[in-house]
C-alpha cells in the first residue's frame, strides 16, 4: 500500500493502518468486510488474524475475510480462529471461472467445514470469457490492447482457450444468452459461492452482466455439456 517498511503483506502494523487508511479515503465509519489480499510467508498467521479481530472489536469492520489464500492456508487460519478464541473468518475472495476451476477441488470442501463463503473475482476470466476476443482480434479499447502486455496476452489468449470460449459462446447462443451470462450463471450453480464479483468498462456490459440473474436455470444437461467443453 506504500513503499517501505509496514507497506505490504500481514503484520499488524501493515493492517491496522491499511484500514485506518481505506476507512479516510472512504469516507466512511467502518467497513462491511475487511479482507486479508494474499497470504503472508513471514508473520505468523496469529498475528494478522488477531488484527483481524481487534478491527472487528473496534467496530471498524462488520466481518473478516481473505483472498488468494489456498486451501491449506485458509483451513489453518480457520484453526488458529478457533483456537484464540479470534472472530471467525465469513467470506473467501478466490479467483473462479469456467477456464479456472482450481478451487473446486482445493479451497471449497474447507470453506464449506468452516461454514465460509466465497465472493468471487475475475468470472469472467479478465474479459475471455466474453464476445470480445472470439473473433481472433483484440480490440483497441479493450482491457487485453491496454493493460494485459504481450506475456499475460499470450498465455491467456491461448488458442486452446480460444477455442474453449468459443464453443461456450454457441452453448450460450443457443440457450438465447450471452457468454458473460452463461459464465456468470455457471458459477452461482454452487452454494458456498455467495457473490459475483463482475468487473466492466462500460454500464451496457453492467447490464448485459446483471440480467444473467433472469436466464432459465442451468439444466443438468447444459452443466454436463458445459463440463464437456471447459474442463
Ligand atoms: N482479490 C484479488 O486478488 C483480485 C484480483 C483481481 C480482481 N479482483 C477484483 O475483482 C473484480 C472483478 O475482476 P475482473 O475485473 O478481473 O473481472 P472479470 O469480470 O473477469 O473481467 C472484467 C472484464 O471483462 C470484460 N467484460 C465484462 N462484461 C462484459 C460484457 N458484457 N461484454 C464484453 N466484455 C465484458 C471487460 O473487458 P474490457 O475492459 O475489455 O471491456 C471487463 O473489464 C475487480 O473489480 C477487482 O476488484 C480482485
Same mark, same amino acid.
Given at each position: 500500500m506504500w513503499p517501505g517498511p509496514y507497506g505490504d503483506y500481514l503484520s499488524k502494523k501493515s493492517i491496522v493502518a491499511s484500514c485506518e487508511q481505506s476507512l479516510r479515503r472512504l469516507g466512511v465509519s467502518y467497513l462491511d468486510i475487511f479482507y486479508l489480499h494474499r497470504a503472508d =510467508?513471514? @508473520?505468523?498467521?496469529?498475528?494478522?488474524?488477531g488484527a483481524l479481530d481487534l478491527l472487528l472489536h473496534q467496530g471498524k469492520a462488520l466481518y473478516a475475510g481473505v483472498s488468494n489464500f489456498n486451501g491449506a492456508q485458509f483451513a489453518e487460519a480457520a484453526r488458529i480462529c478457533e483456537r484464540e478464541g479470534l472472530s471467525r473468518l465469513t467470506i473467501h475472495q478466490p479467483a473462479y471461472n469456467?477456464?479456472?476451476?482450481?478451487?473446486?477441488?482445493?479451497?471449497? =470442501?474447507?470453506?464449506?467445514?468452516?461454514?465460509?463463503?466465497?465472493?468471487? *473475482?475475475? =468470472?469472467?476470466?479478465?474479459?475471455?470469457? @466474453?464476445?470480445? *476476443?472470439l473473433g481472433g482480434d483484440i480490440p483497441a479499447d479493450s482491457r487485453a490492447a491496454q493493460s494485459w502486455g504481450e506475456e499475460a496476452t499470450r498465455r491467456r489468449l491461448t488458442p486452446e482457450r480460444l477455442d474453449r470460449a468459443r464453443r461456450l459462446n454457441v452453448l450460450a447462443a443457443e440457450r438465447g444468452q450471452s457468454l458473460t451470462q452463461l459464465a456468470i450463471q455457471w458459477i452461482l450453480r454452487l452454494p458456498t459461492i455467495t457473490s459475483v464479483l463482475i468487473g466492466v468498462s462500460s454500464v451496457a456490459q453492467l447490464d448485459q452482466n446483471l440480467a444473467a440473474l433472469t436466464r432459465p436455470a442451468l439444466t443438468d444437461d447444459v452443466l454436463a455439456r458445459i463440463d464437456e467443453i471447459a474442463r
Open positions: =510467508p513471514i @508473520t505468523p498467521l496469529e498475528e494478522s488474524l469456467l477456464l479456472d476451476r482450481r478451487i473446486e477441488a482445493d479451497l471449497l =470442501p474447507h470453506l464449506d467445514r468452516a461454514g465460509a463463503g466465497a465472493i468471487v *473475482y475475475s =468470472p469472467l476470466d479478465q474479459g475471455v470469457l @466474453t464476445d470480445r *476476443y
